[in-house]
């Protein structure tokens, strides 16, 4: 057959693993995207989640100093009544303050914990979520060069088996 033909079926299946390849790389670069995106989210959430368990610590901390404070505001009220404060029901009630108090400042340190394990839990269900979203981008550009193969492969074929190629190849076709 005559050169233009070849010279344009060549063209042609160039041009076809060409924009095979351009889509390839563009799925690859929202991958890659895609991956320093939940990379700054892994960070921002760890920070979050440490940040809420210091918050916890210091507010745990901060009730213990104010339990101590009316315990001992107690202690003073109650000997400055003339009670024993080591005893009976003085005793009694330093020890109720301080129990309370424990609890609450235990509570504390428990809803910061949560927290942090709620950013913790939430970042990981996003993580895997965008996992998926880049193996499905990952897969989409090799399934693009996979199709633009397939697409270069069948227009040589049927260039070939109508001769375009010349009558050696178109030969070898049949």
Same mark, same amino acid.
């Given at each position: 057959?005559?050169?233009?033909?070849?010279? +344009?079926?060549?063209?042609g299946m160039a041009f076809q693993m060409y924009q095979g390849?351009?889509?390839?790389?563009?799925?690859?670069?929202?991958?890659?995207?895609?991956?320093?995106?939940?990379?700054?989210?892994?960070?921002?959430?760890?920070?979050?989640?440490?940040?809420?368990?210091?918050?916890?610590?210091?507010? *745990?901390? +901060?009730?213990?100093?104010?339990?101590?404070? *009316?315990?001992?505001?107690?202690?003073?009220? +109650?000997?400055?009544?003339?009670?024993?404060?080591?005893?009976?029901?003085?005793?009694?009630?330093?020890?109720?303050?301080?129990?309370?108090?424990?609890?609450?400042?235990?509570?504390?340190?428990?809803?910061?914990?949560?927290?942090?394990?709620?950013?913790?839990?939430?970042?990981?269900?996003?993580?895997?979520?965008?996992?998926?979203?880049?193996?499905?981008?990952?897969?989409?550009?090799?399934?693009?060069?996979?199709?633009?193969?397939?697409?270069?492969?069948?227009?040589?074929?049927?260039?070939?088996?109508?001769?375009?190629?010349?009558?050696?190849?178109?030969?070898? +076709?049949?």
């Open positions: 057959m005559c050169g233009p033909q070849v010279a +344009l079926a060549v063209v390849q351009q889509q390839a790389q563009q799925y690859e670069q929202q991958a890659k995207y895609e991956e320093a995106v939940q990379r700054n989210n892994n960070i921002m959430a760890e920070r979050a989640a440490q940040d809420a368990e210091q918050r916890g610590r210091r507010e *745990e901390a +901060l009730k213990r100093m104010q339990i101590s404070q *009316e315990v001992g505001s107690a202690k003073s009220a +109650l000997a400055g009544s003339g009670f024993d404060v080591n005893t009976g029901s003085a005793l009694t009630k330093q020890s109720d303050i301080a129990a309370m108090g424990e609890v609450e400042a235990l509570t504390i340190r428990d809803n910061a914990q949560r927290e942090a394990y709620g950013v913790r839990t939430g970042n990981a269900a996003q993580r895997a979520e965008s996992q998926g979203r880049v193996y499905g981008l990952k897969n989409k550009a090799s399934s693009s060069l996979i199709s633009a193969a397939t697409s270069v492969g069948k227009s040589a074929y049927s260039h070939g088996k109508s001769g375009t190629f010349g009558k050696t190849v178109s030969g070898w +076709l049949n």
